[in-house]
């Protein structure tokens, strides 16, 4: 262990403390967080042991390990189950995860045998308790999970471990400069890395990284839920007027949306405004559609919908809907894993993270259910999916959240426009499929069955 990891190894075993008090604190607002949290540390349930793979019903005899830290990763990470079950039937998979919302949505993926544990806490004795007890076949790590004891210990005990769908963006790159005694070995000792986008490959080799390929996002694979896209696009046809959305909105953006909506009519005659695209004031134009939020963490519902409260809107929230949406200046997004009906919902879309330098969220997901959006400057952490987007016509970008309410709702309010629009984000979206399929190729290339006279044990 060179120097730098025994003083990082020092520090994280000292925060320990920390972070079991952290957790506590915010299981008071999402439970899910004081859920096993012993397995952070490393400590699992004996009922884990029953479930433990065996050679004879398994095809490797260990499982496939799939680390997704959050919401984004986990959802990647079912386009590559998805493909991984189908060239693997039968193989055992054993997720782990660092946030409650992830930990939620990878429950979803679940199937008979497979294990669903929070991901160990990166000191040296809990990487090893970790590993001992499930010792799996391989680890993927989803875009930017890198732990430097995580690796090291993956490398003593000769597990392959692969960085997949990897993104490393400017930003990352020079945090991972300042450390670099301790960010090298980490990255040189991943197996593999395959990374969305060559500029990606680019910055992940200076800093060690064993690129293997340039597979593309696996998030262009996504196929929405049928039944969930068809519902948002049915209500939408009953809404009255164009929806437009704020999606996937971060902490101060809905600040931002809220400061430039001010409409010069009442709300109730907002059917009378213009429906064509023309020298139309920003605040006129708000009227003129049906306006949808959905935060991008579930947290923060409430505290949204008090701010628009505050305002002296009325706001109508999706958990609230049995037939369809009810009257209100904002409808309020307040459920998860319904992204697919919410862009069914909309005309167009805000992306969320991109109007404050918060990098951005995925806007792929939105190009695959056609709708089309509309892009702030921020978009560092999926540049080359926004850039192609907005050269594809399944995009636009604008300087500041008030022109990009201006842009969308303009959009909204001339259909030939958004049906172009539309069209070309889902042209978009299929034009660039395929990592999934490459990514479990090269994995199953990596990866080795159990020999037949060795079984793994639980501890």
Not at 95 to 103: D, F, N, Y
Request: charged share 20%; glycine share 8%.
């Amino acid at each position: 262990m060179n120097a730098a990891r025994a003083l990082y190894s020092l520090l994280t075993w000292c925060a320990q403390p920390l972070l079991l008090r952290k957790l506590r604190r915010r299981a008071v607002v999402e439970p899910g967080y004081g859920q096993a949290m012993g397995e952070r540390f490393g400590r699992y349930r004996r009922t884990l042991d029953s479930l433990m793979p065996h050679s004879s019903t398994d095809p490797l005899g260990r499982f496939v390990w799939v680390h997704a830290v959050s919401l984004g990763e986990t959802r990647a990470a079912a386009i590559l189950l998805a493909e991984l079950r189908e060239q693997l039937p039968g193989v055992r998979l054993l997720l782990t995860h660092g946030t409650a919302t992830g930990r939620a949505e990878g429950e979803k993926l679940l199937q008979s045998g497979d294990v669903q544990v929070w991901q160990p806490w990166d000191t040296p004795g809990t990487v090893a308790r970790f590993l001992r007890k499930f010792r799996p076949a391989i680890g993927i790590l989803m875009e930017t999970e890198v732990w430097p004891n995580l690796v090291a210990g993956c490398q003593k005990r000769g597990i392959p471990l692969v960085l997949a769908n990897a993104r490393f963006n400017a930003r990352s790159l020079r945090k991972a400069q300042r450390v670099m005694p301790l960010a090298r070995p980490a990255y040189a000792g991943l197996t593999a890395v395959w990374a969305q986008t060559q500029d990606d490959a680019a910055r992940l080799k200076a800093v060690g990284a064993k690129v293997q390929g340039v597979f593309g996002n696996l998030k262009f694979d996504v196929v929405p839920d049928a039944a969930l896209l068809a519902r948002g696009q049915h209500w939408r046809a009953q809404a009255g007027r164009p929806v437009v959305m704020l999606a996937s909105s971060r902490e101060g953006e809905e600040a931002l949306w809220l400061a430039n909506f001010k409409p010069k009519q009442p709300l109730a005659q907002a059917d009378n405004a213009p429906k064509a695209i023309g020298n139309i004031a920003s605040a006129t134009v708000a009227a003129g559609v049906q306006w949808l939020i959905v935060p991008r963490h579930p947290q923060r519902f409430d505290e949204v919908h008090q701010l628009l409260q505050r305002a002296g809107l009325t706001v109508s929230r999706r958990s609230t809907w049995a037939t369809g949406p009810d009257t209100a200046d904002v409808w309020l997004g307040d459920s998860l894993g319904e992204m697919a009906f919410y862009y069914g919902l909309a005309d167009v879309a805000l992306l969320g993270g991109s109007f404050a330098p918060l990098g951005g969220q995925n806007l792929i997901e939105a190009a695959a259910c056609g709708c089309p959006v509309v892009l702030g400057l921020h978009t560092f952490n999926f540049a080359e999916a926004a850039e192609l987007a907005c050269e594809a016509g399944a995009a636009q970008r604008v300087s500041d959240i008030g022109a990009g309410m201006a842009l969308a709702a303009e959009l909204a309010l001339n259909p030939a426009a958004q049906a172009t629009a539309s069209e070309r984000a889902i042209r978009f979206a299929t034009a660039h499929r395929g990592a999934a399929h490459a990514t479990v190729q090269a994995v199953l290339a990596i990866v080795q069955p159990l020999p037949a006279e060795e079984e793994p044990s639980g501890l």
